[in-house]
Each structure stands twice: as structure tokens, then as C-alpha cells.
């Protein structure tokens, strides 16, 4: 063994990494909780409730279909749809939209909602509607005259 | 003569792994959130099945359960409300209107609005639901 320096052996130090990662891992976790936070996860979807093509001139009118009559749907305020006085479930509403649309692949539905029902009940309707094949459905109010 | 071993240095962590998981779930949080203004209040959308995919843009009227409404995330007065989006239709005519009106709202609340909405010269205007099931949504 010898001392003299010129014949030490030195271990090449470990290049430096040109680009640290620890910024980046800051700024992509920051990035991260800001979307877990501020995002919300909920499906939601849409119904139209009015398309106005630009060529439209008027709203439609109600009109009578080739084979049957407008079929005016109430809705109460406990959100019970009832046509000509008769309370129907959802399910043989379905089935009575279903009927009138083989009749007539243009029947006019509206609907009447009491002001007291729920949002809920209006698009329960609406949507068994659109389920049954209807196109055509409005909704109708009655507004106080002044 | 007994020499000390040197004590076993720990491998250096690899934060490779660690930049994988982060950077996959900031793009899962990404695509799968929506990055709309959410209203002051709660607001459970009603179910509906047979709703089309929302597009984004547009403006969203909130409308809570007791009838409070907020436009684009803030509170608003009728007359607010009218002022802003009837600015917003000057501007853009063809600006898409959201009712994101709460399941539980009485339709008192919320068909006045649509024809307010609709005489201030709206072309569109989409009443916002769910397909599932929610207890509640902000």
C-alpha cells in the first residue's frame, strides 16, 4: 500500500439529473386535488324543453292528429297524471300513450300541470311520454288573466 | 482485527411509481368530472331515462327546492336574471339555457321562468335531469 495520491482510485461520481422531478410531482398534485375538488360527478343528461329553429316563424298550434283527438294529460298537485278525470299510473299511462301512437304516429300530447306539483312528476310524464314514441309534447299553463 | 461493516444503505424509493398513480388519476378526475359552476344550493335533478347528453356552454339557471335561483353558480333575483341573460342572448341568440331545477321544486317556481326565458328571445332551453337515482348534488 502506498499513499501517494496518484495512484488512488476515485469512484466518477453519479451525473446529476438535468431536470428535477420534484416540481413536477408538486404542480400534478396540486393539479389533482384542484380536480377532485372543484369537479362534480353527477350523469346529467337533458330534455329540450324548446328548440326554436330560425326559420320558425310561430309556435306550433295544437292540431288535431289523422286519427284521434289531442290527448290533454293533467297532472295534480300531488304529481298524479290524470286524463278526462281518470288517475293513471305510470306504468298504464306508458301503456295508453303506447295505444294512442299506434292509432296515430302523430299524436299530440299536452300536458297540464298544476302549479303545486313537483318538478319530478312533470318529467315523470314527459319522459314516459318520449318512452311510449310520442313527438309531439307540449306543455301547457294557465295564466291568471290581469 | 474485526472490521465494521459499513451498515446497508436503504435502496433509494423509486418516485416513478408515484408520478404513474398521480398522473393517472389527474387524468381518471379529468375525464370523468364536469367542470360546470355548481349552485349555492343543493339541487337533486329529477330522473329521467330518456334524457340526450348535455352539451357544454351555455348558461344554467339552478333553481332550489324552495325555489332560490342562481345563475351559473351565484345567487340571483328574477330581475339579475333576466338582465343577465338577456345580455347573454344579445350577444349570442343561440346560447344554450340549462334548468337545473331541483325534483322537489313546485312547478310554480319553474314554468314562469321558462317563459320569462323564453320571451327574452331564448332559441334553446333544456331542462338538465339524471339517469340515476341521487340523494343530493351541489
Partial sequence: MTDDPAQLLHRPKRPKALIS????????????????VTSTYINLDMIPALERSADATADPQPTQGDGGDVLMVRIGADGTPTIRGQA????????????????????????????????????????????????????????ASP | ??????????????IVALIDVVFFLLVFFMLIGRMDATAPFDVTPPVAVTGADMP???????????????LDGLGVTIPQLDARVAQALAEAPQTLIRI??????????????LRRIEGLGAQEIALVVTPEQHDANR
Fill in chain 1, 21 to 36: 422531478m420534484v416540481p413536477m410531482i408538486d404542480v400534478m398534485l396540486i393539479l389533482l386535488i384542484f380536480f377532485m
Fill in chain 2, 100 to 113: 337545473n331545477a331541483n325534483s322537489a321544486v313546485e312547478l310554480r317556481h319553474v314554468l314562469p321562468l
Fill in chain 1, 88 to 143: 293513471y299510473a305510470q306504468t298504464d299511462l306508458e301503456r295508453l300513450f303506447a295505444d294512442r301512437i299506434r292509432q296515430d304516429a302523430n299524436q299530440q300530447v299536452l300536458i297540464l300541470p298544476s302549479g303545486s306539483a313537483n318538478m319530478q312528476a312533470l318529467v315523470s310524464v314527459m319522459d314516459t311520454a318520449t318512452l311510449s314514441g310520442v313527438t309531439q309534447l307540449q306543455i301547457v299553463r294557465l295564466d
Fill in chain 2, 56 to 70: 357544454s356552454g351555455g348558461m344554467t339557471v339552478s333553481i332550489s327546492a324552495k325555489g332560490a335561483l342562481a
Fill in chain 2, 1 to 14: 482485527m474485526r472490521l465494521a461493516r459499513r451498515p446497508s444503505r436503504a435502496p433509494p424509493e423509486t
